[in-house]
């Protein structure tokens, strides 16, 4: 009961004085000459937030990037072991690999999907279009966790001769095979691709969506004008449609490919990073939480913020081009 | 105008509330910290804070009990089941630890005895009587630089082997009393057309630990405890041929094709909670299962086997090298204190003395730790037939990967060994890995 109290206490009292803020801010600001308080007030308002930012992002990123080059518990400086151990851990690479295979493969499948999906959809009824579209859009409404835990249980195996609750292998085990245990079979990096399925899965919804929106908003005089030039169906998708919705696109591919070097709970969930099957953002978790190992934690996020730092640039530069054509 | 009024009552209102949230939390009781060895008075109440829950957690505060009403002493207790070793850390580095702290791994309490925050164990009990009560070799784990840090509350034996009596004994095979007569054993069952053993080693975020008590289980044989313990604190390198030897035993017992059931890829996928149920179908799809005692709780074998524990299930000690020699891995919940004080002392007293009856709940499968116990107090035979196993050893250690640090095992030890199983390392370069991720 406290606790629940505690909890609302909490929340009205950080909306309250977060409120209280503002308003002794302003009022100062109000007390100022009419000139000066033009000039100050919209630092006033923009300052709070900026302060936060600096505070919860920009000195733990500074912060992360100290520790990298110290030892496990911080305690003494060690150069650049931290690094050098990593990459040429066997382990660690087996853990870069597939984070890259995700990258490579994850966000490219999504849009492909999606793309397809919302092109398709667009030709059905309304009624069919909106049911496909909503059964395909649920899993975005499923937590990592969730979704893990019910792909678990669709990759699930048993021995031989145990009735398999797996819906995998009771199809596989039905079609004459004995079980497989999917999830442990590294070779070709099978069991990675069976968790990417997982977030794919998750993510297609979203990409639809967008995309579905885009495709839409392609003007209908373009595509007439190109079917009266006698262009056929397909070449009015590629020259025509895509160009059109490349934009939105890009946009889903790098909103994707954020989520994929992000991710973490399917793994953690299915299979621990077990069998081959390791990503950046647990072999990070592993090394601080259960090895208790500072520096090495933070060398592997500095190098995933190095990975981030490119794509990000690139989403602003793409977002302000946009901005500009407009 | 009316806003700004409004907007003040708002301000005055969460201004209060604050406050009154800081109230709230504000924590009673606890505190403590190195007193210099001196043994203080006391405020007749103290904070116990420990790792397990559910039925477990409330036989705990049930054995309790009688301590608080002859004492006056006032327990809180803090359940920290969800995980224990991320929630004590902050409180030792907030200098805000519980009173006692029930360790589920020596490893972590040798961490804070190493930091100078756990009390010295001497200064309030008598170490020596204690060691004479207890089951030998526990208190070692919790020994550092001559001085006892912690002792266990509850215990649980790992060295087992579970098989389902009606169809062991309506088959004729006998129980083994050295490894040899356990190949020998293994290899007639396999004669027989039943896969001998039952592996499971899945245990989620876990997975692999049942394999890390095989291995330490079979150095435990083959090095015998001197160089067990070297093994543990690593001033042996973790891929000593000793357990190269271990591994190849399990490989060779439990893993080999034909003997076990699901073959050597099912292992890493089949859940250890529920891996011996195989055991008690009609006919049994396999015969032997190495497990811990608390396999036997609820949740774990089959309601059915459960109710008639006694009837259907038959345990033995994992054997020797030869009939005499019988090493017991134990595994349990380690008391340390963080402060020095006459309700402390007590309650230490009372959980170390025959009278803590913690094990005696139906629902757990714990023993207790002291020889003298009670033997009428287990809910069943299979208990007490266990129970006088541990009581009769004479070379028994704690589960080594629970006393390695954390990286090691709870971390490589578990990964190195599911990827070995499960075919992604070979047993050199598992081995070797793990040797590597020793933090120096």
């Known amino acids: ?326 | 105008m009316r806003w700004r009024r409004l907007l003040q009552g708002i301000v005055v209102a969460a201004v209060a509330m604050l406050f009154a949230s800081a109230c709230l939390s504000e924590s009673g009781g606890g505190g403590g910290g190195d007193t210099g060895g001196q043994t203080g008075s006391g405020d007749k109440s103290i904070e116990i804070m420990y790792g397990f829950g559910g039925d477990q957690s409330k036989g705990f505060v049930d054995a309790m009990k009688q301590f608080e009403t002859q004492s006056g002493i006032k327990i809180k207790y803090t359940d920290a089941s969800q995980s224990f070793d991320t929630l004590i850390r902050p409180r030792v580095q907030g200098n805000n630890p519980p009173d006692i702290a029930l360790f589920p791994q020596p490893g972590l309490m040798l961490d804070f005895a190493k930091q100078g925050k756990l009390q010295d164990l001497g200064s309030m009990l008598d170490i020596q009587a204690l060691k004479d009560a207890l089951v030998p070799g526990v208190l070692d784990v919790a020994t550092q630089d001559g001085k006892t840090y912690g002792f266990p509350v509850n215990f649980n034996v790992k060295s087992l082997v579970w098989y389902p009596k009606k169809a062991f004994e309506a088959k004729g095979y006998k129980v083994p009393t050295t490894i040899a007569e356990l190949e020998a054993l293994t290899n007639q069952i396999k004669a027989d057309g039943t896969a001998p053993w039952c592996v499971g080693i899945e245990s989620a975020g876990a997975t692999g630990w049942v394999a890390t008590d095989w291995i330490e289980d079979f150095v435990l044989r083959y090095g015998g405890t001197a160089k067990y313990d070297q093994w543990v604190k690593h001033e042996i390198p973790f891929n000593d041929p000793v357990v190269k030897q271990a591994a190849g035993e399990f490989e060779k017992l439990a893993l080999a094709d034909g003997n076990v059931f699901g073959g050597r890829k099912s292992v890493v996928s089949t859940n250890f909670g529920v891996a011996m149920n195989p055991e008690f179908q009609d006919p049994p799809k396999c015969f032997l299962h190495r497990q811990g005692n608390f396999i036997t709780q609820k949740g774990f074998i089959t309601e059915k086997v459960r109710q008639n524990l006694d009837e259907e299930v038959g345990v033995f000690q994992l054997p020797g090298n030869d009939a005499s020699s019988k090493p017991l891995l134990v595994g349990g919940d380690m008391a340390a204190a963080f402060s020095n004080d006459a309700d402390t002392k007590a309650a230490l007293e009372y959980m170390s003395s025959p009278k803590f009856k913690f094990a005696n709940i139906a629902t757990a499968t714990w023993l207790s730790a002291v020889k003298s116990f009670d033997l009428s107090n287990y809910p069943n035979e299979t208990t007490k037939t266990v129970a006088k196993l541990a009581y009769a050893s004479t070379e028994s250690r704690f589960d080594g990967s629970d006393s390695m640090p954390g990286a090691v095992g709870a971390g490589s030890f578990w990964k190195d060994m599911t990827a070995w199983i499960s075919g992604q390392k070979s047993l050199d370069e598992a081995l070797k890995d793990i040797d590597d991720s020793w933090p120096s």
């Open chain 1, 1 to 326: 009961m406290i606790r629940v109290i505690n909890a609302l206490l909490a929340i009205v009292g950080g909306v309250g004085g977060a409120l209280l803020l503002f308003w002794i801010l302003n009022k100062l600001a109000e007390m100022l000459p009419q000139r000066g308080e033009e000039r100050v007030k919209p630092w006033v308002f923009i300052a709070p937030a900026a302060a936060a930012i600096g505070l919860f992002l920009i000195y733990p990123a500074v912060r992360t990037i100290v520790l990298s080059f110290a030892n496990s518990t911080s305690t003494a400086w060690v150069g650049l072991e931290n690094y050098t151990d990593l990459l040429t851990s066997r382990d660690f690479q087996i853990t870069l690999g597939n984070t890259l295979l995700w990258i490579a493969v994850v966000p490219a499948v999504t849009v492909v999907l999606g793309l397809a999906v919302a092109t398709l959809a667009d030709r059905l009824g309304s009624q069919g279009e909106k049911w496909t579209k909503s059964i395909i859009f649920l899993p975005l409404a499923i937590s990592g966790v969730g979704a893990a835990t019910i792909w678990r249980f669709i990759y699930e195996a048993r021995p031989a001769g145990e009735p398999q609750i797996g819906l995998l292998n009771a199809v596989w085990t039905a079609l004459g095979f004995d079980p497989v245990a999917w999830l442990t079979v590294s070779t070709l990096r099978f069991n990675s691709f069976l968790l990417m399925v997982v977030v794919i899965w998750g993510q297609v919804g979203f990409s639809m969506v967008l995309l579905s929106a885009a495709v839409k908003a392609v003007p209908v005089d373009t595509l007439e004008a190109a079917r009266i030039d006698g262009a056929n169906e397909r070449q009015i998708f590629f020259k025509v449609t895509v160009p059109q919705i490349w934009g939105t696109v890009i946009t889903v591919f790098i909103t994707v490919l954020i989520t994929v070097l992000k991710a973490f709970d399917i793994v953690f969930v299915m299979t621990n990073g077990n069998f081959n099957t390791d990503i950046i953002a647990v072999r990070f978790f592993n090394e601080l939480f259960r090895n208790g190992d500072n520096g090495r934690a933070a060398a592997i996020v500095v190098m995933l913020m190095i990975a981030v730092v490119p794509v990000v640039a690139y989403q602003v530069r793409h977002f302000r081009a946009e901005e500009a054509a407009r």
